[in-house]
């Protein structure tokens, strides 16, 4: 569906160099500190910026081929883009139709009803979540195979947020075949709505694991120093100090319950493999 291998772009202060492969059916989440490169690879995938290396296919072609009807086939919200605020919803939707070949009217003014989105209001009054809402409805509306979504839910109180997945958890249940990259600083919307996740730290990839198995076989091992030198640390990814001891990731955490029934063993989120792969030692 989409594959980024030795992707480089470089500014003066940064550099991108990654490599992902977003796979059909799949939900794909892209992790990582601001300013770590997700945006920079949203916009490499859209064609927006020049590479400087490597290459990207989308649908089995190089970005270079990518034709008109191949354009029709992608949904996309970018966290800094977005309509004129002197449009309106009624405003936008012949835009859509003829830019979308297969746009849903009826769907697209359905859902902006069920979001409580008003069809003659500006959109320049609306509020931060009424314009994310409308982004992610657009996205959705024109029956793509491939949506690359940069910060969707950002501005989103937690019931408007649990609506936006459902949305995207019924998009993905109506074709096996579609696919979703996504972004996100919100990592409960990850850890319930992805299937992978890569982690993006300075413009290169550290990390990519299956959802299911992040959350069931990652672990943190709290130990005072005395623990610590007793441990067996060839499943130990990251260490950094605490003020107990030693705050530890693992990727076994049953080896660990196994053979060290004294120590600590806390279940892993997204945002402790988060700070341990980046702060950690």
Not at 96 to 111: G, V
Not at 194 to 207: A, P, Q, V
Request: glycine content about 6%.
């Amino acid at each position: 569906m989409l594959e980024i291998k030795d992707l480089q772009k470089n500014y003066n202060a940064f550099r991108l160099h990654c490599s992902m492969h977003i796979r059909p059916g799949y939900v794909t989440g892209l992790i990582g500190q601001n300013g770590a490169g997700k945006s920079t690879t949203f916009k490499s995938i859209l064609g927006l910026i020049s590479l400087d290396g490597g290459n990207i296919k989308i649908f089995g072609k190089d970005i270079k081929d990518i034709d008109e009807d191949d354009k029709q086939k992608i949904g996309v919200v970018l966290s800094d883009s977005g309509f004129s605020g002197y449009l309106t919803i009624k405003d936008i939707m012949p835009i859509l139709k003829n830019i979308y070949e297969a746009f849903d009217q009826d769907y697209f003014l359905n859902q902006c009803q069920n979001f409580g989105l008003p069809l003659n209001k500006k959109i320049k009054d609306f509020s931060t979540g009424m314009k994310a809402k409308l982004k992610v409805i657009t996205a959705i509306s024109h029956q793509a195979k491939l949506l690359i979504l940069d910060e969707p839910t950002a501005g989103l109180d937690v019931i408007a947020r649990d609506e936006v997945l459902d949305l995207l958890r019924d998009f993905m249940a109506e074709n096996e075949q579609r696919a979703i990259l996504i972004s996100s600083h919100i990592s409960s919307d990850l850890e319930s709505l992805c299937d992978d996740l890569y982690m993006i730290h300075d413009g290169g990839i550290i990390m990519h694991e299956e959802t299911d198995v992040l959350l069931s076989d990652y672990a943190i091992l709290k130990v005072n120093p005395k623990q610590y030198e007793k441990l067996d640390r060839q499943y130990i990814l990251k260490v950094k100090e605490a003020f107990y001891g030693y705050c530890c990731l693992t990727n076994q955490k049953q080896f660990y319950l196994d053979n060290y029934p004294d120590i600590a063993i806390e279940n892993s989120k997204i945002d402790d493999v988060i700070l341990m792969m980046i702060r950690g030692a």
